[in-house]
C-alpha cells in the first residue's frame, strides 16, 4: 500500500512538473502584437532578449516636424512599401513604442493607439497590429500656448528578437 501511494505521488508530481513546463514554453513565447501592454513595458520582458547593442539601422528613419497649429508631427519610416498583410519585410518594422513625459497628449491616427499611463506625466503611443510598418505618423498636440519641442523616447521592434529601446528624438 506504502509503495502504491509513493507511486501515485510520484505519478502526480510529473504531471505538475509537465503543466509548469508547458505553461513556462508558451509564455516565454508570447508577444504583442496589437501593441505594448503597457508605458513602461520593455521588449527584454516578453521578448526575451536583450536590445540590439549597435544603432537603429539606417533604413528606419525618424522625422519629428512642427506643425503650423502647434502640434509636433513625428514620422518613423523605412525606405520602402509594405505588402498590405506582411509581418517581416526586409526594410520594415513591425512594432513600436513612443514615450513622451512633455505637458500634452498623443492623438490616435492609422495604425497607431494611444495608451493610459499610470504615471500622469507620462504619455505614450504604440502599434495597433503586428503588420510590417514602413511609414508610421504620430502626432502630439501641447497644451495650451506652450512651444517647448516635446523628446520622444522610442522602442522600435524590427522582429520578435530583434529590437532597439532608448532612441532619443
Request: proline share 5%; with cysteine.
Amino acid at each position: 500500500l506504502l509503495q502504491e501511494i509513493i507511486s501515485s505521488c510520484q505519478l502526480d508530481m510529473r504531471k505538475d512538473f509537465l503543466v509548469m513546463l508547458v505553461v513556462n514554453m508558451m509564455k516565454t513565447t508570447t508577444s504583442f502584437p496589437t501593441g505594448s501592454p503597457g508605458c513602461d513595458y520593455s521588449p527584454s520582458y516578453g521578448h526575451q532578449v536583450l536590445p540590439q547593442s549597435e544603432d537603429v539601422p539606417h533604413n528606419i528613419k525618424f522625422d519629428k516636424t512642427p506643425q503650423a497649429d502647434g502640434s509636433w508631427e513625428l514620422t518613423m519610416s523605412g525606405n520602402m512599401e509594405c505588402p498590405l498583410d506582411s509581418v517581416y519585410v526586409q526594410d520594415s518594422f513591425v512594432g513600436f513604442l513612443v514615450k513622451t513625459f512633455a505637458s500634452g497628449y498623443f492623438t490616435k491616427s492609422e495604425g497607431v493607439q494611444v495608451l493610459k499611463c499610470d504615471d500622469w506625466r507620462t504619455k505614450a503611443v504604440t502599434h495597433v497590429d503586428r503588420r510590417a510598418k514602413a511609414n508610421i505618423r504620430i502626432v502630439f498636440i501641447p497644451y495650451g500656448n506652450q512651444y517647448h519641442q516635446p523628446r520622444f523616447n522610442i522602442t522600435v521592434v524590427k522582429e520578435f528578437k530583434i529590437f532597439w529601446t532608448n532612441i532619443e528624438v
